[in-house]
């Protein structure tokens, strides 16, 4: 009782270098769901969508996608893909939106990873799915769609993009991922935009314990397997101003274990994914188990993440130019855990995270980055 009273009377902590915001997206317990986790967002470019897509949008459109957990913050249950809008850089936000759901059904759609195609004006939600009727055994989807003015999505047929299932393969974790799962993101995926490998997609991803990436040369309709990154999962990737992709992975090794110090972990190639000329170069930010986001900010590497070896708390964002430097600036002082960053051709660059006043799980902030 005097434990949960506590808990009660904690506030969320402070937020620190941003330039706007910050603001709740989603706060458990709220709009019949328990807790929201697993952010991705997205900044569309209104060029692109009016160009692309026939709309007339005087603003990019940021979308921010997250899970909706209806029972409690644990990875299985009745689990929906929302999302919500911002048509003024990220200053204000519409309603929440159900992107994908099964109903009241035990079931999930998660690890929502996405981009937008340069090429066709699309959005691509790359995601896994599952239901307890199916025992939990995820399918992986890409879902290809179409926006609208009144921010609605003209979605296309799903495209199963799943590992070949192996029946006599058992549930292994508790979250229902199998060794012959692809598990993709969680976060955004990448696209090339210029030199040899222009308008590839590339999706971060993982199976049984190694990280890679699958890539699509035409526009998310097939896709290929890169070669083995190195182990971990949940993976992010961006793609330098030489044209190298470069992903950071999750390090999962005796997760539940006490880790007295790790470090984020970078995975490097200069064949658009193909493979990895530097498979696991360790940088000198302190990690707790937990997914980080990468983005590439107009020749700053950004990488957000919590700074802490032993928990998830203390939100922050490292910076580097050459790959071996690194500074880090405090975002948000409390509770955090997973983190997906974003930006715009302007500059601007925004954060979409789990923080809690005592657990990470406890909400979802927004806030955009100030990098002076």
Not at 47 to 73: M, P, Q, Y
Not at 213 to 228: A, C, P, Q
Request: glycine share 12%; proline share 3%.
């Amino acid at each position: 009782l005097a434990g949960t009273a506590w808990a009660k009377s904690q506030k969320y902590g402070k937020f620190h270098n941003i330039e706007g915001g910050p603001y709740l997206l989603f706060e458990g317990k709220t709009d019949g769901y328990s807790a929201y986790r697993i952010p991705s967002l997205i900044v569309m470019d209104k060029d692109i969508l009016n160009e692309k897509c026939g709309t007339h949008f005087k603003d990019n459109v940021l979308l921010a996608l997250v899970e909706g957990r209806k029972n409690s913050a644990h990875d299985v249950g009745v689990v929906d893909m929302l999302g919500k809008f911002s048509l003024d850089g990220g200053k204000t936000w519409g309603e929440q939106k159900i992107i994908f759901t099964f109903g009241n059904e035990v079931g999930k759609y998660g690890n929502p990873t996405v981009v937008l195609d340069k090429d066709t004006g699309l959005l691509n939600i790359v995601h896994m799915s599952a239901t307890k009727a199916t025992g939990f055994n995820y399918n992986t989807f890409n879902i290809r769609g179409k926006i609208k003015d009144d921010l609605t999505f003209e979605w296309e047929e799903p495209i199963n993009i799943s590992l070949p299932k192996d029946p006599n393969i058992k549930r292994g974790a508790a979250d229902g991922v199998r060794a012959d799962t692809l598990m993709v993101g969680p976060g955004k995926a990448v696209q090339i935009k210029s030199g040899k490998y222009d308008g590839r997609i590339i999706v971060p991803a993982s199976n049984n314990g190694s990280s890679f990436v699958i890539y699509s040369d035409d526009h998310g309709l097939t896709w290929k397997r890169s070669e083995v990154a190195g182990s971990g999962n949940e993976c992010e990737a961006a793609v330098l101003d030489n044209g190298e992709v470069v992903m950071v992975v999750r390090d999962g090794a005796g997760c539940c274990n006490y880790h007295p110090r790790q470090f984020q972990k970078l995975s490097y190639s200069k064949d658009g994914g193909e493979t990895w000329y530097i498979k696991e170069k360790f940088t000198t930010l302190r990690t707790p188990i937990c997914m980080a986001s990468l983005y590439n900010a107009g020749g700053k590497l950004l990488l957000s993440y919590p700074d802490s070896f032993h928990t998830r708390v203390n939100l922050s964002v490292g910076e580097t130019t050459d790959g071996e430097t690194w500074t880090s600036r405090l975002i948000y002082g409390g509770a955090a855990g997973y983190s997906c960053m974003d930006g715009d051709k302007e500059g601007n660059v925004y954060v979409l995270a789990e923080i809690g006043k005592v657990n990470y799980s406890d909400a979802i902030g927004f806030a955009k980055i100030d990098l002076k």
